[in-house]
């Protein structure tokens, strides 16, 4: 065994480079080590190839508003897949690269091999051992396939394998509806692929608002079939997969899981750090300072099983790699939850979800953008808003919402409820006309509607038209 590092980091995804890029400013003493590709799941498998994918899809599907735009010819248009799918990866392949400069020039201080925990303090790699001060762990996570579908080949795809297609089946299952299994199943689709979406839970894209996600259920469907609450079972058949549900049955050609991410860290050594695991093989690890109990070891990322967003895996790597280069780990005050699905219309839930409601503390306002004026002009107005404040002191507390332009909105709300906003404040803020913001609004008068009023001079009492044209 070497010199003690200051520093081991296990991983070298959107965390694990976070991480680094703290480590880097105070101590050149410091080891990477990866298994696998470099690149980040977002950059390779995630978040880009895959809002390239639906991009293409909802460009090709936009033909369907032409004749209502007095267009002609949509009818006419075609879409090459196999152009579609190069155009995908050839994208993604330059938003890897980017990533991959991250790691030019550390030579020696990176490793690819896997990585194992003897200790809180030593780490196995390449048939050596290492000695850190701290070790951060950030081994991302991988999508889950149960193992009896393994046996049907490259006809089940998940993200890591779908954007790698050189053609797309004509018939295919999409099994799990959150946020990835809605934005696939629906790109899919539109891309002239015959779909049927399967979830066991009984929400779609993470929503637990009852009237959100029926609104979402209701417009997804005129698109594609979805099956919620269903447990679908796959056996072989002649002409490709069956796919099960109850007494029903189809065949499709291919099937794309969709049933989450799960943590790298099967295998990983966690048993050695001492610290008892819970029932998924996790240690106890402090939100706020990503150390895992007492140990001089850090969980950060996918990895630690809490929110697989590039954001908050951003945000755990720059924890991480502080507080493994600091004399005493810090307490860092995390970000407004936020999550968006890019399906059409975007899915949006920050702050308190609705199911974290005190029905008796709360007041919900909503607005309907099936005759938003906005909305309509862009052949766009068709969606739910529900936003939620606190009875008492009229904060904005939160929001669940399938809207056009959703994915913007959401931020001025995220920037709302950090801010400790109050409805009346928000509404005091200009909304200029005519923008799809203006549906926003309307759900905070529904919500000012049901607190204490402020005085006549106050601006935030200025009420709406109840006239399309003008709100």
């Known amino acids: 065994m070497e010199k003690t590092l200051d520093v081991i980091i296990i991983g070298a995804g959107s965390a694990g480079l976070a991480a680094l890029r703290e480590v880097r400013k105070r101590t050149g003493n410091f080891l990477l080590i990866n298994d696998g590709d470099y690149g980040t799941t977002c950059a390779r498998v995630g978040c880009m190839p895959s809002k390239a994918l639906i991009e293409a899809a909802n460009a090709y599907h936009r033909r369907h508003t032409f004749e209502a735009f007095g267009i002609r010819g949509g009818s006419g248009l075609a879409i090459d897949v196999p152009a579609v799918l190069r155009r995908v990866r050839t994208l993604r392949d330059a938003f890897v690269a980017g990533t991959l400069r991250a790691t030019d020039g550390l030579g020696e201080r990176n490793l690819a091999c896997r990585a194992r925990l003897l200790g809180p303090d030593t780490v196995a790699a390449g048939g050596r051992e290492y000695r850190a001060r701290r070790i951060v762990i950030a081994s991302g996570s991988r999508p889950v396939v149960p193992d009896a579908w393994r046996a049907f080949g490259d006809r089940i795809l998940t993200t890591d394998t779908l954007f790698e297609q050189q053609a797309l089946p004509r018939r295919m299952a999409v099994i799990g509806l959150g946020a990835i299994g809605v934005e696939m199943a629906q790109a899919l689709s539109r ?203 009229g904060r904005l507390l939160g929001g669940e919402m399938c809207a056009p332009a959703a994915e913007h909105m959401v931020h001025v709300l995220a920037l709302a409820i950090d801010r400790e906003l109050t409805v009346h404040e928000l509404l005091r803020l200009p909304f200029y006309h005519p923008v799809i913001e203006e549906g926003m609004r309307s759900a905070l008068r529904e919500l000012a509607a049901q607190l204490p009023g402020g005085t006549e001079s106050d601006l935030a009492a200025c009420g709406g038209f109840q006239v399309e044209a003008l709100d």
């Open 191 to 393: 891309l002239g692929v015959e779909v049927a979406g399967f979830g066991s839970n009984p929400h779609l894209a993470g929503l637990s608002d009852e009237a959100v996600d029926h609104t979402l259920a209701d417009l997804l469907r005129q698109e594609f079939a979805v099956h919620t609450e269903t447990t679908a079972e796959l056996s072989e058949a002649a002409d490709g997969i069956a796919v099960r549900w109850g007494e029903r049955r189809l065949v499709v050609d291919g099937v794309v899981a969709a049933m989450g991410r799960r943590p790298n860290i099967d295998g990983i050594g966690l048993e050695a750090l001492g610290v008892e695991l819970d029932a998924r093989g996790m240690p106890p690890v402090n939100p706020n300072t990503l150390q895992v109990g007492d140990l001089p070891v850090f969980l950060a990322g996918d990895a630690n099983g809490r929110v697989a967003l590039l954001h908050e895996a951003a945000d755990e790597g720059h924890i991480a790699g502080i507080n493994a280069t600091a004399a005493e780990p810090r307490c860092f005050r995390r970000r407004t939850p936020l999550a968006i699905v890019f399906s059409d219309p975007n899915v949006a839930v920050v702050g308190r979800r609705c199911a974290d409601l005190d029905a008796n503390a709360a007041v919900i306002g909503q607005a309907d953008f099936a005759r938003q004026g906005r909305a309509r002009t862009a052949q766009r107005n068709k969606g739910l808003m529900r936003l939620y404040a606190d009875r008492a002191s």
